[in-house]
């Protein structure tokens, strides 16, 4: 992903700070993590390490900020973001297999969360364990 848009760039203000003694950069500039968009990266799936580099934040600003601002360890609320993130993926799958009749994507969620496969790959596998029952009937002779 490229993060260098300049929109999405967390705000830097004077007036407000999250504490005293969370500071980013040289210290004398107090800094508000932008937490909808530290949020969408988290849907997204990016790892921590990405978004605090992206932030010019060391990873122990970023889960300081999170203790500070949030009230929750930084790996609880990864954990809940990330898989946020993957049901709305899914459900996007469905939307797109099932209301616009995607037959790709309905094959795809069909080997995946039915344990459907191809006719070829089944036929091989009846091949496969025909060849080990005519071995095994052979060596038994």
Known sequence: MNFKNKTLKP????ETFISKFVKMGNGNDPFILDWNFIDNLLMRQVSSVDIATYLGI???TLYNHCLIDKKIEWKHYTRTLKHKGLEILRLKQFEV???NSNITMLIFLGKNYLGQSDKIRQEIEE???FSKWLK???DKR
């Open 136 to 138: 095994y009937v052979k």
């Open 58 to 60: 060391s990873r122990g």
């Open 127 to 129: 091949n496969n364990n």
């Open 97 to 99: 297999a099932i209301d």
């Open 11 to 14: 705000k830097k203000t004077k």
